[in-house]
């Protein structure tokens, strides 16, 4: 297997330029986010509250962390005070916590809405209808320290291109309708987080500019 380094340098090449890439480090050590660090990446993802926290402590302040992953109500407390982008937003609740921390640390915090595009059960995300009606609540103007700033979502895993293909594809066309029809000050989507390892380039194709992915770049995972 290629270095991490060289294989951020692969990635990266095969990107867009405008596509941020989210260096996933889930489950491994802080040494492999170095040397992701070292060549000079700054976004890292993880899904877990306490492994992030823990991670934060060992590493330098300059990075931007993604939490990517399911979050609980009683966790965002954690997080707050440093987290760069929340991916999982995935109830209203959580977005007034969200907020209820960002006013405590004196952050407005970035948040994409998870929304709800596999056909898989057991994924967490909000149906299209929900997400607009989200943007269109009275309430948002309340909710001064949150900023809404796209979507993210996971496509159906399959082999079936075609699939994964339109399942990116209504997720942008959401997004593009929430950019032309949300009138909130704190709604601002540029960010459409979807692509993972398996699935980036039909992502891209569909018009991601934030991408995923961990085992492309750290191997795989137990
Ligand atoms: C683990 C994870 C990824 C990265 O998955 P890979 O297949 O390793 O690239 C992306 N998004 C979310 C939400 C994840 O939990």
Not at 8 to 27: F, N, R
Not at 91 to 103: A, V, W, Y
Not at 153 to 170: I, L, Y
Not at 198 to 213: C, F, P, Q
Request: neutral net charge; proline residues 2%; hydrophobic residues 35%.
């Amino acid at each position: 297997m290629n270095s991490i380094k060289d294989q951020l340098q692969v990635l990266k090449d095969s990107l867009p330029e405008a596509c941020t890439l989210v260096a996933v480090s889930k489950t491994k050590p802080v040494e492999d986010i170095l040397q992701a660090y070292d060549s000079g990446h700054r976004n890292f993802g993880e899904n877990k509250v306490q492994e992030l926290v823990s991670k934060v402590e060992h590493l330098p302040h300059d990075i931007k962390w993604h939490m990517i992953g399911h979050l609980q109500r009683n966790k965002v407390k954690y997080i707050a005070p440093f987290v760069h982008l929340i991916h999982g937003v995935d109830t209203f609740k959580l977005l007034r916590e969200i907020n209820k921390q960002g006013l405590k640390v004196n952050r407005t915090i970035h948040c994409l809405l998870q929304v709800h595009i596999a056909s898989e059960e057991t994924k967490f995300g909000f149906s299209e209808e929900e997400v607009k009606s989200i943007v269109a609540d009275r309430e948002l103007d309340s909710l001064t320290n949150v900023k809404l700033v796209g979507l993210m979502g996971m496509a159906t895993n399959t082999s079936d291109e075609t699939k994964v293909s339109g399942e990116f594809r209504k997720l942008r066309e959401l997004y593009e309708w929430v950019q032309n029809k949300a009138t909130h000050s704190n709604v601002a989507f540029d960010t459409l987080s979807m692509g993972m390892s398996g699935d980036y380039k039909l992502a891209i194709k569909e018009g991601s500019n934030m991408v995923r992915i961990g085992s492309s770049i750290f191997g795989y995972r137990n």
